[in-house]
Structures are given as C-alpha cells and as structure tokens.
C-alpha cells in the first residue's frame, strides 16, 4: 500500500471515484443492515416429521433440569433439528463473508425439550455439555423400537466458583439491535457455563458497515440475570498497528477502523493505538491487545504495551495461540494479564463436548463478583488463567497467580508445583521460568474419569523473573486445534533487581527501529505532525527500554 500524497494526480482521482461509487452502491446495504441481525438468529421452523423427541438433561446433583448445550447424532450423522421447542433455544451463528454458518442447541433448564426428528430416524444419540466444570454426557434412543425420550445427567467434577474464579468470553461479536434477546443470551452463557460475555461492535472484515452493533454502551448496555453479565464494549482496528479490544467501553471511538479497513474507509494510520487505548481507559474501559498481538501486518503492541497503554493481553482466540510477545514483554518487565475468547462468529464449529460461547475463555478471580469493576481489579492483579479445556494451576513457595516472591540478593531456590485437569485426555503439562520450559517428570494419574497430571520440583532463580505452566489437552476435530491451558504468573523478585532481560530488550529496540522505519516512509498519514507523534512513541519506547539497559 501507497500513501495517498505520493500517487500521481490524476490515479488518486481515479482511486476517489472508485471509492465513491463503490461507496454509494453499498451504501443501501449499510443503512439496511443498521436494524438488522447480521451475525445470528435465533429460532427454526416447524417440526420436520410426525416424530419428536424429549430431552431431559439434569444435574446429577440436584436432579433438577439445567441449562446446557445438546448436540444429536441421527443413524451416525450429524442432526440439526428444525424444530426445539419454547424449552430450548435453537441458535445460528453466521459469518457472512468467512461463509461459517452454524446452529447449536440449548436446553434452557426449564424442563425437557421436545425437538424434531427426520422422517425413518431410527437410532439417536444425543450428547450434553456445561462448560469445562461438568463432565459432558451421552444416551442413546431407538426412535425405530418407539422411545421418546432420553435423559442425561451432568456431573460437575469440580467447582471453581467456590474458590472465587469467574469464566468469561472475552472476545464475542453478535449483534444487540435491543434487549429483546437478552434473557436468551443469558440463558446461553449459563448452559455454557459462563459468568460473562463481552460483546465487541466493530467495523468491515464481515459486512461492510459496522456490525455487532451494540444498542447502548457503558452500565444502559449491560444485562443480567443476577448470576450471568453481558458488557457491550468495541473492537478497534487497524491494518497495520493491529486490533484491540475496549472492553467495558462507555462511549465507541471513532472510526473504529483505520489503514484501510471496513466502510467508510479511513486510509490514515491514524491515530496511533497508544493513543485509542488511552482515550478508551479516559472512557473506564479495560484496553486490551487481541490475538496474542499477531494481527497487525506491523504491529505496535509492544511498543504499547512498553509505553504502559496497555491492560491485558489476549493469548487466544482458539484458533489464535500466541504466548511469544507475551512472555518477552515480561522478561523485560511488562507484566500483562492474561486474556481469551471465541471471537466468535468466527470458527463457530464445536466438538461435542465443547462449550460454544467461551470454547476458549479465561477465568478470573474476583472473589466470586460478578460486577465489571471486580474484573477490572482481578485483571490488574493478574489472577486470571486461559483455558480450551483442562484446567491448569500454579503454585510457588504456596503463593498462587498474581502473586509476588521475594527472594533475597543472592537468590535462591523456589518450590513450583503445577497441575493440569480434565475428563478427557491430556497431553502437556510444563512448567515455564521467564520464557523457557523447565524439563521436569510428569506425574500422570488417573482419578476416577479424571486425568490429573502434576508436577513438583524445585527451581532455582538467580535473577528477577517469572514462573508459569502450560497444558495441552484433547485434540478439538471440529477445529484441527489442540486444547491448550495458560496460568496466570507467579512473579519471583530477587534483592532489589528489576525484572530485566537485554536479550529481549534488544530484540524490541530492533523492532521498534524497523516500525519507525515503516511508518516513517509508509505510514498513511494526513498532516506531518500527526506521523510525528507516531514517531515519538516509538522514540519514547526506544528510550524507555534503553534506560532499562543502564539500570
Ligand atoms: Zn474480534
């Protein structure tokens, strides 16, 4: 891509044009779309055959129905019913341009569903899942010898809540034109046991427009049922500097795409990142960098984050898993927590066992609060940890994520102990001191249908840094991903030294350099001055780490 100034007249007028015409006959299209679902709907049609089956699926513990999500396998295919009943909710995730269609099945834990069934079904197996807390669960009907019903019991293996830990999806797209459907998102986070959603409204790379519009922002935006919470916040992108996330946004920023993306198209590079995640933290947003930062052609999230603009860092988006820039931002000190989400409705195909919303989602620990606010200090005490499955722990010297250690002068040596958990099977288990795996025995048992793996050992640290683990679980077919885990950190601080790393922090010089390069020559900008405040972040960033290197 050019910067507009340096085409010859005549081919930028060219360009104008083009833009306008192709402009004014989209131009319908956005305006339609203001008042319509793109992204989703909810609900089917009639029943499909004379035939219909009853789905009860309970708690084990209570007895009781619960929400959950179901999926149903006819004479060994895949089955989507036409027809669920006011008991279930029957919902298709759409990604126009990706063309990624996709309807999934709720029962709503008000009583059994009835759903509709093919004409000749003979065998039907129907599988149920809550989240990574329950044990997902199968039964089989013969339709052909005249059942009609089938019941499911969900076992929960293990409760976090009680230790104060909260799921969220992080990272949604759909639409909220009003609070209409709110009681069934609500309903939906429940099934897939979550405690909270973040609906982003963003612009282009679907439908041309703004999409996953949102119909207020700030505390009008927000829904709950008293357990479940939906935060309506935005995604701000741009082509080259990369995508953040504004999570809890009161106000949107304009023009929520720049370096070319989405319609109307703002060509400029402008303004920098550092600047939205600013002015978004101004408008009480969590600001965040999506997708491991991997998403800008010439990303400037380190030099964000180094600059201090920066609130968390997203690791995964699922079929996103980047822990790279992450782990050398904190060996030179940037301690970023943690974040994951769907970015749902991209890749909306699941597994059985799978939730749909929050597939891969963080957990924070906020005390068992539900409010945005004790996400916010949760987060910025750094006790989160991202899941696709297993869940992982980390504990050193007895103190958990988010905590510190204080060694003296010389060092010394730490106990780590690490753990990974899940109903289906493991892989991984390692543990990670400032960026780098420390080999290590892993002990493997099987506790009932529970695979929990662990390892204990000690570490030794002479330097101030960081500790972590890392899993890997059941491979996701649907997705051609494996399931993977993340802890939170544990920061082991050594004397007075800083946390420091001249490796990294030399790598990150180089790259600033180079960025400043590119957005010096290459960078769209509409006055000098404004490419100028660009350069001086870079230049500040450079400053920032070489003082480092003095310390
Ligand atoms: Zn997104």
């Given at each position: 891509m050019f910067p507009m100034c340096r085409l010859p007249l005549n081919i930028r007028n060219l360009f104008l044009a083009t833009v306008v015409t192709f402009w004014a006959t989209i131009a319908g299209f956005v305006h339609a779309h203001e008042h319509e679902l793109v992204t989703h709907k909810?609900?089917?049609?009639?029943?499909?055959?004379?035939?219909?089956l009853t789905i009860n699926i309970v708690d084990k513990a209570t007895g009781e129905p619960i929400a959950a999500r179901f999926s149903m396998m006819v004479d060994g295919e895949t089955y989507t019913p036409d027809f669920v009943d006011e008991n279930g909710i029957r919902f298709t995730s759409i990604h126009e341009s990706k063309n990624q269609r996709y309807t999934v099945l709720y029962t709503r834990g008000s009583g059994p569903v009835t759903v509709g069934l093919p004409v000749n079904a003979s065998n039907v197996v129907v599988s149920a899942a809550r989240g990574f807390e329950y044990q997902a669960a199968k039964g089989s009907v013969r339709v052909r010898r005249g059942e009609t019903n089938v019941s499911l019991e969900l076992n929960r293996w293990v409760n976090l809540e009680e230790d104060g830990w909260i799921a969220?999806?992080?990272?949604?797209?759909?639409?909220?034109?009003?609070?209409?459907?709110?009681?069934?998102?609500?309903t939906m986070l429940e099934a897939d046991g979550l405690a909270a959603g973040h609906f982003m409204v963003l612009k282009g790379g679907m439908v041309p427009g703004i999409w996953s519009r949102q119909f207020a922002f700030g505390p009008d935006?927000?829904?709950?049922?008293?357990?479940?919470?939906?935060?309506?916040?935005?995604?701000y992108r741009d082509s080259a500097q990369g995508h953040i996330n504004l999570l809890g946004i009161d106000k949107i920023i304009e023009p929520y795409s720049t370096g070319g993306t989405g319609t109307p198209t703002v060509n400029e590079n402008f303004p920098p990142l550092h600047d939205v995640l600013n002015?978004?933290?101004?408008?009480?947003?969590?600001?965040?960098?999506?997708?491991?930062?991997?998403?800008?052609?010439?990303?400037?999230?380190?030099?964000?984050?180094?600059?201090?603009?920066?609130?968390?860092?997203?690791?995964?988006?699922?079929?996103?898993y980047n822990t790279d820039n992450w782990y050398r931002l904190m060996n030179c000190g940037y301690f970023l927590p943690m974040a994951a989400g769907t970015d749902l409705p991209n890749w909306p195909f699941r597994d059985d066992w799978q939730p749909f919303l929050g597939s891969i989602r963080m957990y924070a620990n906020t005390h068992g609060k539900r409010d945005f606010l004790s996400f916010k200090k949760a987060m910025a005490e750094g006790r989160t940890f991202i899941t696709g499955g297993p869940l992982i722990d980390v504990m050193v010297n007895g103190k958990g994520m988010g905590e510190t250690i204080k060694l003296p002068s010389e060092g010394g040596t730490v106990n780590v102990q690490v753990a990974l958990h899940s109903p289906y099977a493991l892989k991984e288990l390692h543990i990670v001191h400032d960026g780098v795996e420390v080999a290590a025995d892993v002990r493997k048992i099987q506790d009932g249908s529970i695979n929990r793996w662990s390892i204990e050992r000690t570490v030794k640290v002479t330097e101030s840094g960081w500790l972590a683990a890392w899993g890997k679980g059941i491979e996701i077919y649907t997705q051609n991903i494996d399931a993977m885990a993340h802890s939170g950190v544990v920061k082991v601080l050594v004397g007075d030294k800083p946390v420091q790393s001249s490796v990294d922090a030399s790598s990150f010089i180089d790259n600033f350099k180079q960025l400043r390069e590119y957005y010096l020559n290459r960078g769209v900008y509409e006055k000098d001055a404004d490419r100028d405040r660009v350069l001086l972040l870079f230049d500040r960033a450079i400053d920032e780490l070489r003082n480092q290197l003095k310390d």
């Open positions: 909810f609900g089917g049609g009639e029943p499909e055959s004379s035939e219909g969220i999806d992080e990272h949604l797209h759909y639409d909220r034109l009003d609070p209409k459907d709110d009681a069934l998102w609500l935006g927000q829904a709950s049922d008293g357990s479940r919470l939906m935060i309506p916040g935005q995604e002015k978004a933290r101004s408008r009480n947003a969590l600001a965040g960098v999506a997708h491991g930062g991997t998403l800008g052609r010439q990303s400037t999230h380190m030099a964000d984050a180094v600059l201090g603009a920066v609130d968390f860092w997203e690791i995964s988006n699922g079929f996103i």
